[in-house]
T-cell receptor, first 116, second 110 residues
Framework: DADVTQTPRNRITKTGKRIMLECSQT?????MYWYRQDPGLGLRLIYY???????NKGEISDGYSVSRQAQAKFSLSLESAIPNQTALYFC???????????????FGPGTRLTVL | RKEVEQDPGPFNVPEGATVAFNCTYS??????FFWYRQDCRKEPKLLMS???SGNEDGRFTAQLNRASQYISLLIRDSKLSDSATYLC???????????FGPGTRLSVLP
């Protein structure tokens, strides 16, 4: 079974609709992240959370909100979707820093979102 | 200037070739460095972390030059299965922010 899961895997919606993307992890990691990927731009950070009570904006948080319902769950919402939010969305997790080494991120399989 | 820049690619090389990718970063306070591999329409997966002394994993060698703010990845004896996009990732000094480069696409041809 996958350690980081995302639902839905694909979604087509219309402008103005509210959309929620969900992420769950069984890795026991404290840190969770949401990214979007657009062709030629690489992954860009939307929000991140270091524990259940910690939420931080990333590079491109406008138009998005998040909720960390539990250590294992981190959801991303688009309150009123617009076409330029069409992208591939990834959730990721990482363990906290240990021994001065920053640990790698583990990614979910992605959600392909199309806003018409 | 973008925070993390990579060779634009794509790189098309024959099987068995040696290929090198370059990455530069702008934040001199960066503390963690990684190379990820991403197959088409799939999630990124860690290829290797990059340590100050450089490190090697089989056919893959990563180097870090902090003074020049430069990271490299060398792939020797390329295989068809190495075809993918390679992402350079740089983490800040607080471990809060991982910045991804745009990626360099590699196609290994038979």
């Amino acid at each position: 079974d996958a350690d980081v899961t995302q639902t839905p895997r694909n979604r087509i919606t219309k402008t103005g609709k509210r959309i929620m993307l969900e992420c769950s992890q069984t890795k026991g990691h404290d840190r969770m992240y949401w990214y979007r990927q657009d062709p030629g731009l690489g992954l860009r950070l939307i929000y991140y959370s270091f524990d259940v009570k910690d939420i931080n904006k990333g590079e491109i948080s406008d138009g998005y909100s998040v909720s960390r319902q539990a250590q294992a769950k981190f959801s991303l919402s688009l309150e009123s979707a617009i076409p330029n939010q069409t992208a591939l969305y990834f959730c990721a997790t990482s363990a906290a820093r240990s021994g001065g080494v920053y640990n790698e991120q583990f990614f979910g399989p992605g959600t392909r979102l199309t806003v018409l | 200037r973008k925070e993390v820049e990579q060779d634009p690619g794509p790189f098309n090389v024959p099987e068995g070739a040696t290929v090198a990718f370059n990455c530069t970063y702008s934040n001199s306070a960066s503390q963690s460095f990684f190379w990820y591999r991403q197959d088409c329409r799939k999630e990124p997966k860690l290829l290797m972390s990059v340590y100050s002394s450089g490190n090697e994993d089989g056919r893959f060698t990563a180097q870090l030059n902090r003074a020049s703010q430069y990271i490299s990845l060398l792939i020797r004896d390329s295989k068809l299965s190495d075809s993918a996009t390679y992402l350079c990732v740089v983490g800040d000094n607080y471990g809060q922010n991982f910045v991804f480069g745009p990626g360099t696409r590699l196609s290994v041809l038979p």
